[in-house]
């Protein structure tokens, strides 16, 4: 159990870094940047967006069978780690700050990397926090993509585990259960005002 348990936090603590470190990125380029389709990759973000997750479980098995991946922890933090919501989210959030704030910034001698890190990144706190509850959440749940990309019953995380407790040990399977649900709700307990601020400006901001 307890093998299982940290290895599901390894497979979401990884895929959160991921997912906050490229959304960060994608973000501030299709809110304060210009190229080429633009608007035609960001309608293409929403689309993949809107995807059930089990029409996109066949390409990521075609994907990770044809790079050799399948069976291995990269099947399940490669996908996870490009999410299309972590970018809408950021791209949301960041369309919030002035572009004032960075011309003056501009003016001052502040460089990209500085105005990336020292406005832009606090401006974006509580989408950052809402991105990183939510996806800790979404995969430490996961089913459907360990057991069809994680073949080996080893390789599995605890959420698939909890499945093949006896089920005539009740108090195992409740005391396991408890256990399960600690860091999912230590995390959303910690960041709940930041989750409900970032989901609320984000969606409120238009364009």
Request: proline share 5%; net charge neutral; aromatic share 14%.
């Amino acid at each position: 159990y307890l093998l299982n348990f940290w290895r599901s936090l390894f497979l979401c603590a990884v895929i959160v870094a991921g997912q906050v470190v490229l959304s960060v990125f994608a973000g501030l380029g299709f809110a304060k940047y210009a190229f080429p389709g633009k608007n035609f990759w960001f309608f293409l973000l929403l689309v993949v967006m809107v995807l059930p997750l089990q029409v996109t479980l066949v390409p990521n098995y075609l994907v990770s069978d044809f790079l050799g991946l399948l069976n291995t922890r990269w099947a399940i933090i490669l996908p996870g780690a490009f999410a299309p919501f972590s970018v809408f989210l950021l791209t949301k959030s960041m369309r919030r700050i002035p572009v004032s704030l960075i011309e003056s910034a501009k003016l001052d001698g502040a460089g990209e990397w500085h105005i990336f890190w020292n406005i832009c990144l606090p401006q974006c706190r509580s989408a950052l926090y809402s991105i990183a509850i939510l996806v800790f959440i979404d995969y430490w749940n996961m089913v459907e993509q360990p057991l069809i990309l994680l073949p080996d019953a080893s390789q599995q995380p605890l959420s698939v585990y909890l499945s093949q407790i006896n089920a005539g040990e009740i108090g195992i399977a409740f005391a396991a259960a408890v256990v399960y649900m600690v860091p999912g709700l230590l995390m959303f307990l910690h960041g709940e005002a930041y989750l409900v601020e970032g989901i609320t400006y984000a969606g409120s901001v238009k364009g």
